[in-house]
């Protein structure tokens, strides 16, 4: 009896030791360094830390919700990946034909698989401003994709519009989170899969086929242009050239040949008997070398001796004329 009464004397002190304990416990939390923290004090919001050690008010009084704030988040569209990165980051399996199947401006069907990344930049506005800010993003991303899509025709979504459509995209969302005050930051909204439904699906893939096939063959002939026009232009650039230094040396010729005409000239002016006199023996000395082995007689002679080879190809006879021209 003297036992029990002792035990239950001490049963305040160990209660009171525990409640000691556990606060003490509870009044210190960590923040990775990727992460912010939100406190909140009875529920309300109180204040945001940093990485790093903290500590908070034990009990129960404050409690703290860690936001990966650095960390790029990403939500997926009409399919999924192993290890979400947060809760929404994909939808059931059996809503994604859901998701994906979209109409496009030109009442065409089409399935699109996109994936938007972001990051939480304001963790107070995501966490209470809207309800449930994770499942508010994927739907906003639901519709405008939906709306950019349905701007285009199924063309230019499956084939030349896939960056115009991102960037639309990435635009919009980022002005819609701004505006319900998500409190999140759009880094890329990016289309994985873009095709049209199965039973169309190899139609549409003999019509890309079709379409690449044209695009190589623009760009085969766009390089055999690129290659012969710069031959040709060479070429030209070549002929004008020679006809430039051909041109060059005509005129530098007969510049030459007028210079040497006038110094003659101006000799023939000063004494014109020599000068002619002069040119004659130029010429005759620069003809008569040409003639080979020559034999001048006199005109009027008609007997010569019989020992001279006169019938020699070899050595023609030449009569020279009875009055030979003065030079």
């Known amino acids: 009896m003297l036992r029990l009464g002792y035990w239950l004397a001490r049963v305040p002190v160990v209660v009171v030791a525990l409640f000691l304990v556990f606060g003490l416990f509870s009044a210190y939390y960590t923040v990775p360094a990727d992460s912010e923290a939100v406190v909140l004090r009875f529920g309300a919001y109180h204040r945001t830390v940093t990485p790093g050690l903290r500590f908070k008010l034990p009990w129960g009084i404050e409690s703290v919700r860690k936001l990966p704030v650095k960390r790029q988040l990403k939500a997926e569209f009409g399919f999924g990946t192993y290890g979400a990165t947060f809760s929404h980051q994909y939808s059931n399996e059996?809503?994604?034909?859901?998701?994906?199947?979209?109409?496009?401006?030109?009442?065409?069907?089409?399935l699109v698989e996109w994936v938007v990344q972001f990051r939480i930049s304001d963790p107070k506005a995501f966490l209470f401003h809207v309800r449930d800010p994770e499942l508010t993003l994927r739907d906003v991303s639901e519709a405008?994709?939906?709306?950019?899509?349905?701007?285009?025709?199924?063309?230019?979504v499956i084939t030349v519009g896939r960056q115009e459509i991102e960037f639309e995209a990435l635009k919009g969302l980022q002005e819609l989170s701004n505006l319900y005050e998500l409190g999140i930051t759009i880094d890329q909204v990016q289309l994985k899969d873009v095709n049209p439904p199965e039973p169309v699906q190899a139609s549409f893939n003999e019509v890309n086929?079709?379409?690449?096939?044209?695009?190589?063959?623009?760009?085969?002939?766009k390089g055999e242009f690129n290659k012969a026009i710069p031959q040709a232009r060479g070429a030209a650039d070549q002929k004008i050239r020679e006809a430039e230094g051909y041109s060059t040396k005509r005129v530098n010729e007969a510049e030459g040949d007028a210079a040497r005409f006038r110094s003659?000239?101006?000799?023939?002016?000063?004494?014109?008997?020599?000068t002619r006199q002069r040119l004659y023996l130029e010429?005759?000395?620069?003809?008569?070398?040409?003639?080979?082995?020559?034999?001048?007689?006199?005109?009027?002679?008609?007997q010569l001796l019989p020992f001279l080879p006169l019938g020699d190809d070899s050595m023609p006879a030449v009569r020279r004329p009875a009055n030979p021209p003065t030079p």
């Open 94 to 110: 059996e809503e994604w034909p859901l998701e994906k199947r979209m109409v496009t401006g030109d009442l065409n069907v089409v």
């Open 283 to 302: 010429a005759i000395q620069e003809v008569l070398p040409r003639l080979g082995k020559r034999v001048v007689i006199d005109a009027g002679l008609n």
């Open 209 to 221: 086929q079709a379409q690449q096939e044209r695009e190589r063959a623009i760009n085969m002939a």
């Open 144 to 156: 405008v994709m939906r709306q950019v899509v349905g701007d285009r025709t199924v063309d230019e």
């Open 264 to 274: 003659v000239l101006e000799q023939y002016v000063k004494a014109p008997e020599v």
